[in-house]
């Protein structure tokens, strides 16, 4: 194998592992929203919580440097389209996780201990949470897209289909996770 095969190799394992991370919490943690379920809903705030230092900031890191290295060794440009969506992809994505998702999980974790996994608070923030999750997890697929294809300047198919990923996912998240009404243990009461 070459160097340049092992760098491929270790960045698609790593996006693997973030992409598939974050897929399967957010699925999950949207099954135990929709479905309101206060143990399981609260097993997934700290899941959560508990996978960003310990997965997705790993694996982001392992992508960003692995991405260089490819750069490097595969003589590429960063004036290429596709490497440059390719970097603001990666960037708006890390930024997202480590200011916005990340951070709120410990929120959402500290305000569930405080009023209970069953407020409406706690269930709406859970609910906003997961929405950006859901869009963060389109633009990871766009990027996808946009490293398999990697479009030059003026193909704007891949381009329109990778914009249209994110917006596709999150409205598909607005319609799971309407807001909710009344708080979970009233919901569960009235299911018994």
Not at 18 to 40: K, M
Not at 43 to 59: A, I, Q
Not at 99 to 111: E, T
Request: aromatic share 10%.
């Amino acid at each position: 194998m070459s160097a340049y095969e092992i760098y491929l190799l270790f960045h698609i394992g790593a996006a693997i592992v973030w992409i598939g991370a974050a897929f399967v919490i957010a699925l999950l943690a949207t099954r135990a929203t929709v479905g309101r379920d206060p143990e399981r809903l609260r097993t997934f705030v700290h899941e959560g919580e508990w996978l960003g230092p310990r997965v997705f900031l790993p694996s982001n890191l392992a992508v960003l440097a692995s991405a260089i290295l490819l750069v490097h060794e595969g003589h590429w440009s960063y004036g290429q389209l596709w490497i440059q969506l390719g970097i603001v992809g990666l960037a708006t994505s890390f930024l997202l996780g480590a200011l916005f998702i990340g951070p709120n999980w410990s929120r959402v974790a500290k305000r569930a201990e405080a009023e209970g996994i069953s407020t409406l608070g706690v269930e709406k923030q859970v609910r906003r949470l997961l929405f950006v999750a859901w869009l963060d997890l389109g633009w990871l697929a766009a990027i996808v897209v946009v490293m398999t294809v990697k479009p030059l300047s003026g193909q704007w198919t891949p381009l329109a289909v990778s914009a249209a990923i994110p917006v596709v996912f999150g409205l598909a998240a607005a319609a799971v996770l309407r807001k909710p009404t009344a708080p979970v243990a009233a919901a569960a009461g009235e299911q018994g």
